[in-house]
C-alpha cells in the first residue's frame, strides 16, 4: 500500500534562511509524487510534481524537490525563505488508480 | 483558468443532523474528490467521482454519502454528525488523460462545527 510520512510536524526558520522540509514515500513501483501548500483559510495549491525523469524537479516561488530512490524520499527545498512562505506544506504520493495519498503536512514558521 | 466553488463556507450542525456540503468546478475537468481535513492528520480521501453519475469510496466514506450529478458538480453529505467535530472538507478536481494528467486543483474548503 502506497503511503506518505512528513516527520516533522513543525518547522520554524528565519526569513532568509534556507530551508528543507521532510517527505519519505512507501510505494511499490516508480512514484509520482507531489507537494503542495496550504495558506491559512485557502485550499492546496500545487508547488511541484515529479514524474519519472530528472530527479530534481523546479516548482513555484523558488521551490525545488530532490527524489531519492534509494531513500524513498522527496524533500522540499527553498535557498531564501520568505515571510510569504508561512503556510502548511502537504507531500502527496499518486496511486495506481489516480488517487492521491497525502501526509499530515508540515507547518513552516517563519520569523523575522 | 478555471475555479472551484465550495458551499457553504461555514456549516454548523447539530449531533445527528444530516448536512450536505456543495462543489462546483469550471475547469470541465471529469474527476472530482471530497477530502476531510482534521488538525495534524493531513487529507484523507472520503469519495471520488470520474464522470457524473460515478462514485468510488476512498478510505473515510463511512458515514458519508455522494451524489455526483453533473459533471460541474459533487456533493457531499454528513449522513449522522457526530458530536464535537471540526473538520474542513476540501473539493477538488483533475482532469482525466492518465497519470501525468492527474494535477488536483482545490477548493477553498467548507469548515464544518457540530455542536
Known amino acids: 500500500a502506497q503511503s506518505v510520512t512528513q516527520p516533522d510536524a513543525r518547522v520554524t526558520v528565519s526569513e532568509g534562511a534556507s530551508l528543507q522540509l521532510r517527505c519519505k514515500y512507501s510505494y511499490f513501483g516508480t512514484p509520482y509524487l507531489f507537494w503542495y501548500v496550504q495558506y491559512p483559510r485557502q485550499g492546496l495549491q500545487l508547488l511541484l510534481k515529479y514524474y519519472p525523469g530528472d530527479p530534481v524537479v523546479q516548482g513555484v516561488n523558488g521551490f525545488e524537490a530532490e527524489f531519492s530512490k534509494s531513500n524513498s524520499s522527496f524533500h522540499l527545498r527553498k535557498a531564501s525563505v520568505h515571510w510569504s512562505d508561512w503556510a502548511v506544506y502537504f507531500c502527496a504520493v499518486l496511486s495506481n488508480y489516480n488517487v492521491l495519498y497525502f501526509g499530515s503536512g508540515t507547518k513552516l514558521t517563519v520569523e523575522p | 483558468g478555471g475555479i472551484i466553488t465550495q458551499t457553504p463556507k461555514f456549516l454548523i450542525g447539530q449531533e445527528g443532523q444530516k448536512l450536505t456540503l456543495k462543489c462546483q468546478q469550471n475547469?470541465?475537468?471529469?474527476?472530482m474528490y471530497w477530502y476531510r481535513q482534521d488538525s495534524g492528520k493531513g487529507l484523507r480521501l472520503i469519495y471520488y467521482s470520474i464522470t457524473e453519475n460515478d462514485l468510488q469510496k476512498g478510505d473515510l466514506s463511512e458515514g458519508y454519502d455522494a451524489s455526483r450529478e453533473k459533471k460541474s458538480s459533487f456533493s457531499l453529505t454528513v449522513t449522522s454528525a457526530q458530536k464535537n467535530e471540526m473538520a474542513v472538507f476540501l473539493c477538488a478536481s483533475s482532469p482525466t488523460g492518465g497519470r501525468g494528467q492527474d494535477t488536483q486543483y482545490f477548493g477553498p474548503g467548507t469548515r464544518l462545527l457540530v455542536l
Open positions: 475547469f470541465n475537468h471529469d474527476t
